[in-house]
T-cell receptor, first 117, second 110 residues
């Protein structure tokens, strides 16, 4: 089954304790992206990756890091989480490869709800 | 800075009626726009994509229009059903980024 898998789905942590949210897709997609969703603000892009070893900032990258060492994986790293990073996080992927195909359908994971105390 | 606005946070309609959602953008010239459906606690699911040179796109009971002059997209759900109740998100693609509106929650009453 084609899917984007995120882990953990739920996490409560404390300020400053480094954490990683993993994302994996099994569709051989080149384009991957992370979003956070907050009430009233919609989905905001954190980082995206056009392909292996190619990443770029989205609209709200502060406090986050990413890496793309393999095509299927795109982990989101919070080096020193703060309460304002409490949010619902989504990983997404699409076929990518060129401008027109990057604009195609995004497949989303089920989300990771993070609470930073 | 670029901005996307969906006309209202909530829309309540009677079963069988047409729901019309509006999405406006400013400071932007998107090449593509997309509409997604999101159910509570779930990830968004892709519905339709329309390109800037297309005026209208249909898929079953869904219809999307894209007016680059008005900087607006309209999303219609015809013959609405309770199963259509969800939050609908518009998204504009530009410069390798897909930017989303905050969403409109549609509730269809039986």
């Amino acid at each position: 089954e084609a899917q984007v898998t995120q882990n953990p789905r739920y996490l409560i942590t404390v300020t400053g304790k480094k954490l990683t949210v993993t994302c994996s897709q099994n569709m051989n997609h080149e384009y991957m992206s992370w979003y956070r969703q907050d009430p009233g603000l919609g989905l905001r892009q954190i980082y995206y990756s056009m392909n292996v070893e190619v990443t770029d900032k989205g609209d709200v990258p502060e406090g986050y890091k990413v890496s793309r060492k393999e095509k299927r994986n795109f982990p989101l790293i919070l080096e020193s989480p703060s309460p304002n990073q409490t949010s619902l996080y989504f990983c997404a992927s699409s076929f990518g490869g060129s401008y027109s195909t990057v604009a195609g359908e995004l497949f989303f994971g089920e989300g990771s709800r993070l609470t930073v105390l | 800075s670029q901005k996307i606005e969906q006309n209202s946070e909530a829309l309540n309609i009677q079963e069988g009626k047409t729901a019309t959602l509006t999405c406006n953008y400013t400071n932007y010239s998107p090449a593509y726009l997309q509409w997604y459906r999101q159910d509570p606690g779930r990830g968004p699911v892709f519905l339709l994509l329309i390109r800037e040179n297309e005026k209208e796109k249909r898929k079953e009971r869904l219809k999307v229009t894209f007016d680059t002059t008005l900087k607006q997209s309209l999303f219609h759900i015809t013959a609405s059903q309770p199963a259509d109740s969800a939050t609908y998100l518009c998204a504009f693609f530009n410069d390798y980024k897909l930017s989303f509106g905050a969403g409109t929650t549609v509730t269809v009453r039986a």
